[in-house]
């Protein structure tokens, strides 16, 4: 293997560890992360009729969301599923009565029409969106649904910038588009009822406070080419410069290009 290409698994790995070693202060870095999924909530029926289905979090985080499904169908049974240990430890205390199983959301242990509703809020990102639209597709029951919330091309665009021709490495994580994910979602035989995208803009008053935000949430990891030496001085120079010219009267602007989305499996 290459110095700046590690393969699939050991990507993975690495993005796992990060949101490991991130687990416990997650809550106090996640500020973005809740306003979206409350934004994505907006979607969640208050009521879901009866059904033996599970409701599922993918990819649960601290499972923050786990209180909202529940109250949809108290009878339900609820699952927490995350790949990061930590994380999925974090939201065992948060809500005991959800099912917490520890695995990749690209490899579901859950049987075919298992599922009537699936929440996933930033997570998709995480994963190639083929792989976890078929996913879905095979554990919801017909007419079951898939909440989604994820991350366009143009999140972390001024980060991007900044880091523009420094050197030939990745610096900053691709996203799919949003035909990415509406064709992943309709080569897995899902209707697409919602397909919304629109960008969220914070401000930050350095770029250590953005750095520090990312890794907070254990988001740090950049892709597969990412650098493996750490930057110098000078060139941590030049890229606070480059983001330093993209300053507005309420700071360093961030940009998460948010993407929205409601799909429903199709009764056979």
């Not at 919304?196 to 401000?203: A, F, G, L, M, W």
């Not at 990891?221 to 030496?229: A, D, E, I, K, T």
């Amino acid at each position: 293997m290459s110095s700046t290409q590690l393969g699939p698994q050991l990507e993975r790995m690495r993005v796992r560890r990060a949101f490991d070693r991130a687990a416990h202060r997650y809550d106090t870095a996640a500020a973005v992360q809740r306003h979206i999924a409350q934004h994505l909530r907006c979607y969640l029926q208050e009521k879901l009729p009866a059904s033996n289905g599970a409701l599922l979090d993918l990819g649960c985080g601290t499972g923050q969301a786990l209180q909202w499904l529940q109250h949809c169908q108290l009878a339900a049974p609820i699952i927490a599923l995350d790949f990061a240990p930590a994380m999925l430890q974090q939201a065992q205390q948060r809500n005991q009565h959800a099912l917490a199983i520890c695995a990749d959301m690209q490899s579901l242990p859950l049987a075919d029409n298992s599922v009537q509703l699936a929440w996933s809020s930033l997570a998709l990102q995480w994963c190639n969106p083929h792989v976890f639209m078929r996913e879905i597709a095979r554990v919801l029951q017909p007419n079951g649904q898939a909440l989604i919330a994820t991350l366009g091309p143009d999140t972390l665009c001024q980060l991007r910038k900044a880091f523009q021709g420094l050197d030939q490495f990745s610096h900053v994580r691709e996203f799919a588009n949003l035909l990415d994910v509406q064709q992943a979602a309709l080569q897995a035989g899902l209707a697409i009822e919602v397909l919304h995208q629109s960008p969220y803009v914070v401000h930050r008053p350095n770029l250590r406070a953005i750095l520090n935000d990312l890794k907070g949430i254990g988001a740090n990891s950049s892709g597969p080419q990412q650098r493996r030496r750490m930057l110098g001085r000078t060139a941590w120079q030049q890229v606070e410069r480059q983001y330093e010219a993209q300053r507005e009267p309420d700071g360093l602007p961030v940009t998460y290009d948010l993407l929205l989305a409601r799909i429903r499996k199709l009764e056979a």
